[in-house]
């Protein structure tokens, strides 16, 4: 049994509960962020609760925790549940009134919840190892893919259309434009250079994005945020999809169809092995900077 944070309380999961007029269950009125911890350590801490902050703001709630109270938070929580090597889950809702109405109320206290589940090691897992594939949607979703809202309905819609067409994910697509996938950025390469959908209100400004742009600079390549078409990714000799929880993921068949020839590529085993490094400093415990980047 998990122990969790609730609203300043550690529980059992089983006897935490929210009530059914929290407006995080009636309106999706709530924002999160996924964290991950290599050796007890929060990869890129300070990003994730700068965007979470932002989160907070573009929904108009009003939160004071500091980094430093959500920090003891997570170490809090790998320690009760003994875990390393994990994913810690913070989510806030605009919190609990008496009756169900749309307006905010004027009086609310915001409902904290926080938990942490194991990190399965991505390096060996089949999915890193082989590559995976996805189809093109439609994106379907609203227009502040930038907030890390809990509406992620139309993310699962998509997410379970790519499933039953027998792919893993979907790279959802508004007016030709790629953006991202249901639950990570997109990466393209191309002749030996590194494309990105340039941020927009219509995507999550990814903190593994982020990270993966600073690597790439740094092992040499040019790095460049586009508007980028499928087309563009049909002719991709490489295609990955980044995030918190998948880190580097190699995309190897889009729409049935070859990326490159089908393997994985060679830049993103460079990148791989790299990112891959710096989880081993981290789990030396040294906090290492590579190449200038700092870890934590
Ligand atoms: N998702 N785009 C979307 C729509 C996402 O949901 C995520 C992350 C990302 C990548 O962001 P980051 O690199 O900061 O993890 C991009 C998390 C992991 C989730 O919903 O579980």
Known sequence: ???????????????????????????????????????????????????????????????????????????????????????????????????????????????????????????????????IQVISCEDIRWDRCDIKTTGLLANCLLLQKALESGADDSILVRDGKVLESTSSNVFAVKSGQILTPKLSDELLAGVTREFVMLLARNLGYSVLEVDLYEADLQEADEIWLTSSNKEIRPVVGLNHAKIGNGEIGNVWREMNQAYQKLKYNLYQGEFSEIAGINTL
């Open 1 to 131: 049994m998990a122990i969790i944070y609730l609203n300043g309380q550690w529980l059992p999961d089983s006897e935490a509960k929210v009530s059914v007029f929290d407006r995080g269950f009636l309106f999706a009125d709530s924002v999160y962020e996924v964290i991950p911890a290599y050796a007890g350590n929060f990869f890129r801490f300070e990003e994730h609760i700068q965007r979470l902050n932002q989160s907070l703001e573009s929904v108009k709630m009003d939160l004071r925790f500091d980094g430093q109270e959500w920090l003891s938070i997570g170490k809090e929580l790998l320690a009760k549940n003994d875990l390393k090597q994990a994913s810690l889950y913070l989510q806030v809702s605009r919190g609990t009134s008496a009756i169900r109405s749309h307006e905010f109320p004027a009086e609310i206290m915001p409902t904290i919840f926080a938990m942490v589940s194991e990190l399965p090691p991505v390096v060996t897992s089949k999915q890193k190892t082989k590559g």
